[in-house]
């Protein structure tokens, strides 16, 4: 774990009520998912490039049309309002400075419209009344959302030990309205109309599943498994990556996310063909341990770990980071 | 461990004496397969599908015309009076109410004709008096059984260090007869012709003895290390499932037991083919625990897991699990 | 390990001085192959059959002409006289009465004339003076041995760290003829001629090393490293034996040593082809422990459980154990 | 490890200060390369060929035309005058006793005309300042160097956590001319022009990165990942050095370093192809420990350790070692 997240985490575990912290730490079932993921990372080993030009080196990348200065994105958490008084503002406000794109949970702790500061997406559930749904995602188009991602991994909530309270409280907010375990792939389609925004479907774990996805309208896909938050023991992202951006063949940007914590673990997910990252639980440590300046710091730390891993590899652009640069380890 | 059961084993070494305790966790030799068995379910990992309308998860098999409300089976085991004063019985009033079913023991501490209270399959030994094997499946069918699960893999019991005194008592009883290390394949076919009920062998570990139990009659196959108790170092069952599976090639059911703990291991058991599953040990734990109620709600609760894990992995019913679910965990 | 070998091992360390205890303890190097040794064997995983007659199962073996109760065999150790006040004779009356065949070292505390009061083979070094080598193997042959084992992996003592003064006491006698490195091929040929009997060769570690054996007149092999004793880092003999017995194909007999402690290591074994297996340390626990009663036992032992798992694995006699019978334990 | 080099290790620990210490010791990031170095070795098993006549072994080797006692040599290290007052002329007086070659460091405590007592090569970095690497390697031949290493894997140094003080001053020198990132291949063909001499290229880790070297004109290859100092995760050198081996396909020699501690681990090296392997961290242990006497008895130690085990092997020379003498280990 990059030094600048580390310390992050610890100051985070330091001012956050233990409710909150175990909130954002844990985890479904057994907790296997989560506690894969950053390992998953790790098993991989890199096979660098001697003697290139690596005088200078980009870390620069195009999502849906949007230039970015970085492929480390925020991905989208729920209620910045407990990890810091001024909640996704504050967090939006470090994304920018960072040149990064943040993603906005639906279960924000401010109204879409006073957030984003900067280029920013809108996460979206399926709750039980579809026209809710889709009056919230036409909402965050009209506030200058450009993208929708739709969170298709949760027909409901998976089973948390040790954080149900706070979490019920988070996710049955007081209009009372919850997932919709009905929604089919039909959702894609119907949130691309009424938002007029591309929509990537979030939760993908299999190369079919993706490609199914994008006949049904998909823009693109988000490789995760909720943190290991809803179905405990599903495979780490990184070990489906590959499989899943050979399916998509280049239709769309593929994003991962889960336990993905320093610029190698990064330079991995590229080199496997991801377009960007989204960073989940370090950009809560960030904001919980000094808001938006921290979430700068997060952001920036990583990609400037990126780029100095990338020149090291011998690779001058995220287009020169391709599978043959990583291999398993060996046992 | 789903938590349930986790309480119910708690409970159990509470209340059971050091003796009865000892011999249902004991396994044969150095206990090498007893300890596999349930750390060879969590090496597996899952491989769910996104937006699909589970807003209606159904659990419901049928086996050999019985329907079940559940594929989570209580197993056969011995003397469950060492449990509860009601013995089995009260085991299988719990497993009624669950809408399960009950492989009844021959060793069960009762008379098989008092016992079983819903739909119940008899476990039969073959022993030296061939006869009396014959008249007690005889005796089974006449009291409602539905089925002959004939344990194939005690031609003799399995050396089980510290816990002798107490297994012998259980398994040579007054009459004194013992296992027939004679019994070939040809009993299959005998046990069927007494009891007039379909056989299902249980023991079978490999492809090739799954095709030559059926081609001898067997109505199907249980894959089984008879929970590490007879031979050490069985393969974990898990392993051998699928191919199991593939030789039985739907001429019967295949069940299977061994470490199945939650309903993650139960989803990736049926997943890999398996009809339904058979708990030993926690079924044991919840008699010893609480008598009939928590027989129940081991099983509800392992049931109502599966259903949700089911629904998270985008399966609607047990025929939409597939070996595509699953993947080894990589190392 | 079979528990009667543990009991004999924790005797035999009280019993015997630190010295010695260390000496027969002892490998080569990092000691990496001595300790990987029965763990090798403990990876394997058996795949039992169902239903066959097991009433009658027969442990035993014919090995060159010679007809044993059982393939567990005493394998070459020097100096028992460190071990027992009768040395080898001692070993040799329990290996006797127990059915089986003793290898008796070069390096016997006795005059090989006084030794054996059952099946033997000898167990040959070439020393420097050739000539000697020839008439000791002479010597064996007129005594009643029947087999020569020409030890092929010591063409000089390997180091082996913290045993080094008592080890040159039983290395380097008084005579002080030592281990000839020139000696090749050739003398399998030449300890044949001198003593008229098959020559076995030991250490062999690969096919083609077997076939080249073969080849130069060997009778069979002995699948060995020695104990862990000369090359550190040698193969576990159990991760080579399925290939020196398909290179050898029948043309002789495949013995194994390293590691074996139970009568299902002694199983795995059989079922990738061996004929027979060679007990080193534990013989020599045995008779530190108890004599010549105590060799018995161990060896008896070791028998009864083979044949004990033997018939849960659905095996009536060694030629039915075969490779299908075993597969690698999955990590 | 071999005990001599543990025992180097123990009094270097005790002699140098920490700041030396720890920069000796250190990795960059999170020093998972640096760590795995060592074990990655331990992970090969051997497979020895029995009754080959040994009782010559030869270890000598020829690289670019020079005959040297042994392929261990001492590879390119910076600042020996940390480790000894008389610095790098003590190591070259150490290795030549020894019959082995010194890789001369750019970041020699003395100047190169002082140093050498026996065949060295120069290790070459690229500096902003190309004119300045090229004169510097015009001298070094002038000198007696009769190759020159470049180091290709450090187009600007490694994070490396806790020795970036004394790092930079090593690093850094008075007139402050640093690592050029922007050098390419061309630079092979650059120092080869100016110097006159052969250019082996250090830090490769890839098959077709070494043909690209080859191709701009490499005499050969190093694997290397710089100890684990440059990117940290980098794969472990015995993982890519066979193919290495197969793309350069004797078009010139393949050196290894990395966690070579022992005869065993070079016995594997050679066998994998590499012509001769570098000892980085122990040379610099022994310096500290004893001067030039213990960096001699450090390179014999191996050496003979070297010898030692390719008898035991059955192997007499280096061309007698090779790829199926080694396999993996099985987990």
Chains 1, 2, 3, 4 share one sequence.
Request: hydrophobic fraction near 45%; charged fraction near 20%; aromatic fraction near 2%.
């Amino acid at each position: 774990m990059h030094p600048l997240l580390a310390d992050h985490r610890s100051e985070a575990a330091r001012v956050l009520s233990e409710e909150v912290h175990a909130y954002y730490a844990g985890g479904a079932g057994g907790q296997v998912s989560t506690g894969d993921a950053e390992d998953a990372w790790l098993r991989l080993r890199l096979r660098p490039r001697v003697l290139r030009d690596v005088s200078h080196v980009d870390t620069a990348v195009t999502l849906l049309g949007t230039d970015l200065a970085t492929p480390v994105l925020a991905g989208p958490t729920a209620a910045h309002g407990l990890a810091h008084a001024d909640g996704e503002s504050e967090t939006a406000r470090g994304v920018a400075a960072a040149g990064s794109l943040l993603v906005v949970s639906t279960r924000a702790s401010q109204p879409l419209e006073r957030i984003p500061a900067g280029p920013w997406w809108f996460q979206a559930y399926v709750v039980r009344d579809r026209q809710r749904t889709l009056d919230l995602v036409r909402r965050a188009s009209d506030a200058g959302a450009t993208a929708v991602v739709l969170t298709g991994d949760v027909p409901y909530l998976g089973n948390r030990p040790g954080a149900s309270r706070l979490q019920l409280q988070v996710n049955a907010p007081d209009d009372g309205d919850v997932a919709d375990p009905s929604a089919g792939l039909e959702v894609i389609g119907d949130l691309a109309a009424a938002s007029g925004l591309p929509v990537l479907v979030k939760g993908v774990l299999r190369g079919d599943d993706a490609q199914v996805c994008l006949d049904a309208g998909a823009a693109g896909v988000v490789v995760s498994n909720h943190g290991g938050r809803q179905l405990d023991r599903a495979v780490p992202t990184v070990d489906v990556l590959a499989e899943v951006v050979e399916a998509v063949d280049g239709r769309g940007p593929v994003l991962v996310d889960g336990g993905l914590r320093s610029g190698l673990d990064v330079l991995c997910a590229l080199a496997l063909g991801a377009d960007a990252v989204l960073l989940g639980r370090p950009v809560l440590w960030a904001l919980a341990a000094g808001g938006a300046p921290a979430v700068q710091a997060c952001l920036e730390a990583l990609t400037a770990d990126l780029s100095h891993v990338m020149g090291l590899a011998g690779a001058r652009s995220t287009t020169e980071l391709r599978p043959d640069l990583v291999s398993p380890r060996r046992a």
